[in-house]
């Protein structure tokens, strides 16, 4: 199941930065994509290397707990979340692109 949630992972945030186009001068958008893609990579690795990814595909995690207030570890989420802030890691990924200020591996 881990390897299948990681394979995943890994393939979408590869295929972020193949779909942005290579030829000609580097757009905003583009390069926008690409660290969109390197920042979703780097929160892949955080949550394997805490052994969160399974938590986190099954909308487990509270994120609450590894938020800016519960410490200030490295790789906080950079904001501050109510109790009970389960949310899905398809949102927390599309927050990678979004807001990545908000990710301290995406610095």
């Given amino acids: 199941m881990l390897r299948k949630i990681t394979l995943t992972l890994a393939i979408a945030a590869t295929a972020a930065v193949a779909l942005v186009p290579t030829a000609g001068?580097?757009?905003?958008?583009?390069a926008d994509a690409i660290a969109g893609?390197?920042?979703?990579?780097?929160?892949?690795?955080f949550l394997l290397e805490n052994d969160l990814l399974v938590a986190a595909a099954r909308q487990q995690i509270d994120y609450d707990a590894i938020d800016s207030d519960s410490g200030g570890s490295e790789g906080a989420i950079n904001t501050n979340l109510p109790a009970g802030s389960f949310l899905p890691l398809g949102a927390v990924i599309?927050?990678?692109?979004?807001?990545?200020?908000?990710?301290?591996?995406?610095?």
Avoid at 25 to 30: I, V
Avoid at 98 to 104: A, I, K, M
């Fill in 25 to 30: 001068a580097a757009s905003p958008r583009s």
């Fill in 37 to 45: 893609a390197r920042c979703v990579q780097a929160g892949v690795r």
């Fill in 94 to 107: 599309r927050l990678h692109f979004t807001n990545p200020e908000l990710f301290d591996w995406c610095s």
